[in-house]
């Protein structure tokens, strides 16, 4: 039995979408009711890591060089629960994740360790060996950053044999450039496919529901079980998590989604030095006007993030930032006006909601930006000190 969880949306771009499409996190092979997962066996394929020499690589050469530094991930919950159809969940789940370092840290996906916020009470890792050889050793759960659906496992360095994964720049990654996912597909242990960057600049949907910015878009095919492991360039070199699908059916579709491992490194960095994760937090409701809705509000804007909504007591809040006050309907899509409409952040051009979400997201608490905003149908510039996300929101 294979479990899924996702939510539905429209994809329209610029349109109202008429299909609706599941966004699926990839996690899970759920095993029932067994006690041990029965893994199939990969290639005979010797698992050593190379160093990337900057030239590029084929999916085999990166398979030979890197697979040795990915992991199965096999997460045990002690309350599994039910399912929507109030079937006993099974208490043990599968993904993938790659090792970052020789001290022993492993970046993994949230959801493959974080059950609707349970945590696994016990974590498996299994290094693959070569051919079919495998081993399995405990590995701890240092922390977890749900909002950016971002985890880190920690294994004993002298129980294991360690080969890192280089680790690239996610806001270098180009449209069309070739990659590889390695992974754990529906069990399918230690697996490789290709494919292309399809596009950049996604905005993906985290457990809980906060947006994780820079999204990566990927026709490699990932299903349940990928989740968590390398999205890996021609170099040899790590630039996303593979996080979710967009799909139909639930099966994959050639609409795969990863974390950008920039956006990984940054929760890594955190969740090893303090165990948890900071957001800064400017309080605010979004939503994207274009140019053509603008016009139609008589905006003089080509463009922006219009405030929606203004938290009481937030920074915004304190900073003098309005929110709407009227909802109505354009081309069927609704807009809560009347509020601010920010064009720009510290002197960056913004156009749309996801470029202030992305913006924010490389601020932290503390910080102070310079906003430009649209009230009234004249522009002002706003100082905000940006504070702590609350955790629940």
């Known amino acids: 039995m294979m479990k899924m969880r996702g939510f539905l ?20 092979f759920n095993f029932g009711e067994a006690k041990e997962p029965v893994f199939q066996t990969a290639a005979e394929t010797p698992a050593v890591y190379a160093p990337t020499t900057g030239t590029g690589q084929s999916p085999e050469q990166i398979y030979q060089n890197l697979s040795g530094g990915v992991v199965m991930v096999l997460s045990e919950f ?3 629960g039910t399912d929507q159809f109030g079937q006993t969940q099974s208490g043990q789940a599968l993904g993938t994740g790659f090792v970052v370092d020789k001290q022993g840290y492993i970046l993994t996906n949230a959801h493959v360790v974080n059950e609707s916020g349970q945590q696994a009470s016990g974590v ?11 081993q399995r050793v405990k590995g701890e759960l ?6 950016s659906d971002v ?20 806001s ?3 449209v069309g450039e070739p990659v590889v996912a390695i992974g754990n597909p529906l069990g399918y242990d230690f697996s490789i496919t290709s494919g292309i960057v399809s596009a950049t600049g996604r905005s993906l949907q985290a457990p809980n529901g906060q947006t994780i910015p820079n999204g990566i878009q990927t026709d490699a095919a990932i299903n349940q079980g990928n989740s968590g492991g390398p999205l890996i360039d021609g170099n040899g070199r790590v630039i996303g998590i593979n996080e979710q699908i967009a799909s139909q059916g639930g099966g994959n579709d050639g609409l795969g989604f990863a974390v950008p491992i920039n956006t990984a490194i940054r929760s890594l960095d955190q969740l090893r030095t303090n165990g948890k994760v900071q957001y800064a937090w400017m309080g605010v409701g979004l939503q994207t006007i274009t140019s053509d809705i603008a016009s139609t509000f008589n905006m003089k804007t080509q463009g922006g993030a219009l405030v929606e909504k203004v938290y009481p007591g937030s920074p915004a809040a304190k900073a003098g930032i309005k929110g709407g006050d009227q909802t109505v309907t354009v081309q069927g899509q609704q807009f809560t006006v009347g509020g601010d409409v920010i064009t720009a952040a510290d002197g960056q051009t913004i156009t749309s909601a996801d470029e202030l979400i992305a913006f924010l997201a490389q601020k932290k608490p503390g910080d102070k930006v310079a906003l430009t905003i649209e009230r009234d149908g004249k522009t002002q510039d706003v100082a905000v000190t940006l504070a702590e996300r609350p955790a629940n929101l």
């Not at 949306?9 to 499409?21: I, Q, T």
């Not at 498996?124 to 495998?134: D, I, P």
């Not at 240092?142 to 909002?147: E, K, L, T």
């Open 9 to 28: 949306v429209g994809l329209g771009g610029g349109a109202v979408g008429a299909a609706l499409v599941v966004l699926v996190l990839v996690l899970v």
């Open 78 to 80: 002690a309350n599994p």
């Open 124 to 134: 498996t890792v299994v290094f693959n060996k070569g051919g079919s050889e495998t």
């Open 142 to 147: 240092v922390g977890v950053d749900v909002g």
């Open 151 to 170: 985890a880190v496992i920690k294994v004993d360095p002298s129980a294991v044999t360690l080969d890192p994964l280089p680790l690239g720049d996610s």
């Open 172 to 174: 270098k990654v180009t």
